[in-house]
């Protein structure tokens, strides 16, 4: 039977390499770690968070998967959900409500399907369950049952959150269980750039969540109390039997009338992308918890926007400037750690990290842009203070992206990057200011911009050939100068010394 499981899983994990991959989307990855006291890293597991992305004649599929006591739920759902999406169920000529039904309806059939494939280790394991005699009894036969049963709990544990985006006839749709998170990033009319969260996460935090568990019987006061539920934050997810079949075993969960753990998904959409220009991202719940303990959580969503512009802006692939974005949380959040501050306790480990980015009819930069260009400096790591006042803290910035407007957060947050080229008397940064019901944070230096000075309404550009900025500064009068005061050979020595540089 353990073989015929096996087989079963392994079937499904071959026949999405046909599928075309995306082109318009990369893909940034890291494995979870634990530092020690010496500040060194190392891997507590295996990764577990998973993704796709594919692209069919009608429609474009995303996907991120966050894992959690093995990657096998996340596994299995990256494979079967694209099994029951892209296998003829989608049209262009479905409405939304066709959309909305047929995402709701595979992320049902998924789970279902997941579950059968070990019903039969369920069942092997409620049976050995009963052998086991009461008491200690250190027997061979009742060692080998108790072995047994560790294995089987290692192949039945586990479950999986999920963030997938479906485009299709130019709108978007987004099918939400858990904690992972989508963004659109959009430029507006006016040159602002929205920062939009599409949904919210499924935990105790979220109103709509309690509501619904309180409709079933769940004592909110003791989950409130509790925070986790068996081991997650989340109060939707797939797979995860212990919360599904058991619940009326877990204390905080006991009084249920229904299952109250589910693998529903909320869907949004759709949103017509019909003249919009940006980017959408989808994150894994490690991503964003990282990033949060290194700098609070109050302005993370700008925070990751203005980090994938930068690279935008500097990197030559998709993947590299996902990539790159990654790695920079992972950079943040050990500084956190080993700088001892503040937020150092909160960073003693983070979780896998999966960033996925899909670009909107955005241009990808050459990968050339230099300060001197005309571009704009976009911060990409700014420091976020937990007083519920203003705060303002200086940052050194050194990424430069073409000005592209202002940047918004959807409906309640807004965050602006003021300013283009600096001039003579400003300092080569750009200004972010953040504003919610909670914090408003800012950054800002000061400095003399003058290197940055742009010559009457264009930017100075390198020099054909040899790859050289043209002086700022025109040197004739001292040129004149030193050579009423030096000999002519002197003169041309420091002529060519300059010219060589």
């Given amino acids: 039977m353990a073989a015929q499981r096996r087989s079963l899983m392994q079937s499904h994990q071959s026949w999405t390499d046909d599928l075309p991959l995306c082109q318009l989307c990369g893909v940034g990855s890291a494995p979870n770690c634990v530092y020690g006291p010496d500040g060194k890293g190392t891997q507590s597991h295996p990764n577990e968070d998973g993704h796709f992305r594919f692209s069919t004649e009608c429609c474009f599929l995303y996907g991120v998967f966050n894992g959690y006591d093995g990657s ?26 066709d959309v909305r039904r047929i995402l709701s309806q595979a992320f049902d059939v998924v789970e279902k399907s997941y579950f059968e494939t070990i019903d039969d280790a369920l069942a092997e394991k409620a049976n050995l369950q009963t052998q086991l005699p ?92 509790t925070g986790l539920i068996s081991g997650q934050s989340s109060t939707r997810r797939i797979g995860d039997y212990k919360v599904k079949f058991n619940y009326t075993d877990i204390d905080v969960l006991s009084a249920a009338t229904q299952k109250p753990i589910i693998s529903e998904p909320e869907i949004h959409g759709g949103q017509s992308l019909e003249g919009v220009t940006g980017f959408l991202l989808l994150m894994s719940e490690g991503l964003i918890k990282a990033l949060e303990s290194a700098h609070g959580p109050e302005q993370v969503n700008q925070e990751i926007v203005a980090m994938v512009a930068a690279e935008l802006a500097q990197q030559s692939s998709l993947e590299a400037a996902a990539q790159s974005v990654v790695e920079r949380v992972k950079r943040l959040h050990h500084d956190a750690y080993v700088s001892g501050r503040q937020r150092a306790p909160h960073c003693g480990r983070h979780e896998d990290m999966t960033l996925l980015i899909r670009v909107v009819n955005y241009t990808l930069a050459d990968g050339s842009l230099t300060p001197t260009q005309g571009g704009r400096i976009y911060p990409v790591s700014v420091p976020y203070s937990n007083h519920q006042s203003t705060s303002k803290t200086s940052v050194m910035l050194s990424l430069v992206m073409p000005a592209q407007g202002t940047l918004t957060n959807g ?91």
Avoid at 75 to 82: M, N
Avoid at 452 to 462: D, H, N, T, V, Y
């Fill in 411 to 501: 409906s309640n947050t807004a965050s602006t990057l003021e300013g283009d080229t600096p001039t003579a008397g400003q300092s080569p940064t750009a200004t972010l200011q953040s504003t919610n019901t909670h914090t408003q944070s800012s950054s800002s230096s000061s400095g003399d911009g003058s290197l940055f000075r742009q010559r009457g309404s264009q930017a100075a550009q390198p020099r054909r050939g040899r790859g050289r900025v043209p002086p700022y500064v025109d040197f004739t009068q001292f040129y004149r100068l030193w050579g009423s005061d030096h000999s002519e050979a002197s003169f041309s020595l420091l002529l060519w010394s300059l010219t060589s540089l």
């Fill in 134 to 225: 009461e008491g200690v009894c250190l027997s061979a036969q009742t060692q080998k049952i108790a072995e047994r049963l560790k294995a089987l709990e290692q192949e039945v544990s586990g479950g999986a959150t999920a963030i997938v985006a479906l485009i299709l006839n130019n709108k978007l749709y987004i099918a939400n269980v858990g904690t992972n998170r989508a963004l659109l990033c959009k430029t507006t009319s006016d040159g602002q750039n929205q920062v939009i969260q599409i949904g919210r996460a499924h935990t105790i935090d979220n109103d709509d969540e309690l509501s619904r568990l309180a409709q079933l019987g769940v004592d909110l006061v003791r989950l409130r109390q």
């Fill in 72 to 97: 096998r739920v996340a596994s299995f759902v990256s494979q079967c959900l694209t099994a029951e999406l892209l296998l003829g169920q989608l049209s262009t000529g479905h409405t939304d409500a």
